[in-house]
């Protein structure tokens, strides 16, 4: 059975910053592209940042470039996100997604952890 699980959410001031770490388990997670999506109140889910499966070509939403970088270590199956400059319109739920390299393979989503940037 496949699990993602994120950690690292909480309350941070704006201008802090905050680290999202994703732990996969129960499959071969080298082979995913890894990707973090957020979701605020009374809004759709959107992308923030994806990462291939080596790890070499990145991408971000334009409302984050500049303040978050998307990582992976491939030995210990986990995707991170480091937040920086948060601002409070990045207050939403961050979900890390697991995309994968076929069509036929399943696509698989984490739980969620908060992010509230707030004084």
């Known amino acids: 059975q496949v699990h993602l699980v994120e950690s690292g959410g909480g309350l941070v001031q704006p201008g802090g910053s905050l680290r999202l770490s994703c732990t996969a388990s129960?499959?071969?997670?080298?082979?995913?592209?890894m990707g973090w999506y957020r979701q605020a109140p009374g809004k759709q889910r959107e992308l923030v940042a994806i990462?291939?499966?080596?790890?070499?070509?990145?991408n971000y939403a334009d409302s984050v470039k500049g303040r978050f970088t998307i990582s992976r270590d491939n030995a210990k199956n986990t995707v991170y996100l480091q937040m920086d400059s948060l601002k409070p319109e990045d207050t939403a739920v961050y979900y890390c997604?697991?995309?994968?390299?076929?069509?036929?393979?399943?696509?698989?989503w984490g739980q969620g952890t908060q992010v509230t940037v707030s004084s």
């Open positions: 129960g499959m071969i997670f080298s082979i995913y592209t």
């Open positions: 990462i291939t499966s080596s790890g070499r070509i990145t």
């Open positions: 997604y697991a995309r994968p390299p076929t069509a036929t393979m399943q696509e698989y």
